[in-house]
């Protein structure tokens, strides 16, 4: 995990990947639950039995559970000290490039492209996020994510 002392740490790093972070399992326990929260019942997704006889030979992750897991990567891969709040303002571009099969592991690389100071205390931040599922030359999603947070020193 990477460690920032101020903002102007954070401003610093603009070009360079940030981190890279430890794999997580997608179970279907997952995909089921994000099913249940959001409505989408494909059976691509919540019918193990029909989707090994489907286009993917397994279930896959939901899209948007892959996206959704952004914030944890963050949280996983970078903190800034002293911040008292960070939030998600949002996403310029999302791509879902390849699927993602229950059982899969994925990872995140996380690049700073550019950082914008935010008065009085805050700090916005935009970051290029390569989902890579485990064994896979081609990523699972890629996101232009823009967050903000404030508290930190400059």
Same mark, same amino acid.
């Given at each position: 995990?990477?460690?920032?002392?101020?903002?102007?740490?954070?401003?610093?790093?603009?070009?360079? =990947?940030? $981190?890279?972070?430890?794999?997580?399992?997608?179970?279907?326990?997952?995909?089921?639950?994000?099913?249940?929260?959001?409505?989408?019942?494909?059976?691509?997704?919540?019918?193990?039995?029909?989707?090994? $006889?489907?286009?993917?030979? $397994?279930?896959?992750?939901?899209?948007?559970?892959?996206?959704?897991?952004?914030?944890?990567?963050? =949280?996983?891969?970078?903190?800034? =000290?002293? $911040?008292?709040?960070?939030?998600?303002?949002?996403?310029?571009?999302?791509?879902?490039?390849?699927?993602?099969?229950?059982?899969?592991?994925?990872?995140?690389?996380?690049?700073?492209?550019?950082?914008?100071?935010?008065?009085?205390?805050?700090?916005?931040?935009?970051?290029?996020?390569?989902?890579?599922? =485990?064994?896979?030359?081609?990523?699972?999603?890629?996101?232009?994510?823009?967050?903000?947070?404030?508290?930190?020193?400059?």
């Amino acid at each position: 995990m990477k460690t920032f002392h101020s903002y102007s740490e954070v401003s610093a790093c603009v070009g360079q =990947e940030v $981190a890279v972070t430890d794999w997580i399992t997608i179970t279907q326990e997952q995909v089921n639950l994000f099913a249940q929260a959001t409505g989408d019942h494909q059976w691509i997704h919540v019918d193990p039995e029909r989707a090994k $006889a489907g286009p993917f030979g $397994a279930p896959i992750a939901h899209g948007f559970l892959t996206l959704s897991l952004i914030p944890r990567f963050f =949280e996983d891969g970078m903190r800034i =000290e002293g $911040a008292r709040m960070g939030v998600n303002y949002g996403l310029n571009r999302v791509r879902f490039t390849a699927p993602v099969p229950v059982g899969s592991r994925l990872r995140a690389r996380l690049v700073l492209q550019a950082t914008e100071p935010l008065a009085p205390d805050g700090l916005q931040m935009t970051w290029l996020v390569t989902v890579e599922r =485990e064994g896979s030359d081609k990523p699972a999603c890629v996101a232009e994510s823009v967050a903000r947070s404030y508290g930190a020193a400059p």
